[in-house]
Structures are given as C-alpha cells and as structure tokens.
C-alpha cells in the first residue's frame, strides 16, 4: 500500500512563498513519477506541476511556470513544490500524486495513488 503525506500549506499573503512537502512510503519511490494537482473550491482538479523518476525531466502548467518550482530527494522518498510570487487565484487544497512510470504524467487518472491534500490560501 503507497501513502502519501503532504505538508507546508497555510495561509500566505500575495507574493509570498510556500513550499509543500510529499512523503512517501510503501513503494519504490525510485521508480516512480510524482506529480502536483490541486482543486479551488467549485473547480476541477488541475495539473500543476510533475517531474519524473530521476529527477530529469519535470513540466508545469501555464499558470505557475515561472513561480513554481518542483524537486524531488530520493533518499528522503519526498517531492517538493516551491511556490514563489503566491497570487490569491493559487488558493486551492493541493494533492500529491504518484504512479509507477516514467516521464511526466500529466493528467490525473494517469496516477494511482493520491495523498489526502493541503489548503493553500492566499489573501490580498
């Protein structure tokens, strides 16, 4: 069984920063690509961000490139998302994803584990 864990969201004024945390656990985090999604309140899940097994190649939504960055520590079985230059539209609760491939999924039902989320809030 794969779980997901993710930290760092909160409460954050426009143009601050955040970073979320992904652990993972109960599989072969070496093998597998990671990605970022994230849901505002009456919208879709969305694609955010996703990067692949080693580390090599990531891609991001339109929305956040430029802003977001994300990394991944295969020793620590985490991925990361750094979130710069926050603007309110990115308030959203954010999810990790993982499914056992390469490249860079970037849809959700390519991913069949999910974590449980974390409220990212933006104020003016």
């Known amino acids: 069984q794969v779980q997901l864990v993710e930290s760092g969201g909160g409460l954050v004024q426009a143009g601050g920063s955040l970073r979320l945390s992904c652990a993972a656990s109960?599989?072969?985090?070496?093998?597998?690509?990671m990605g970022w999604f994230r849901q505002a309140p009456g919208k879709e899940r969305e694609f955010v961000s996703a990067?692949?097994?080693?580390?090599?190649?990531?891609d991001y939504a339109d929305s956040v490139k430029g802003r977001f960055t994300i990394s991944r520590d295969n020793a620590k079985n985490t991925v990361y998302l750094q979130m710069n230059s926050l603007k309110p539209e990115d308030t959203a609760v954010y999810y990790c994803?993982?499914?056992?491939?390469?490249?860079?999924?970037?849809?959700?039902?390519?991913?069949?584990?999910w974590g449980q989320g974390t409220q990212v809030t933006v104020s003016l």
């Open positions: 990067i692949s097994w080693s580390g090599g190649r990531t």
């Open positions: 994803a993982t499914v056992r491939r390469f490249g860079v999924p970037l849809t959700s039902y390519e991913y069949d584990y």
């Open positions: 109960g599989r072969t985090f070496t093998s597998s690509a």
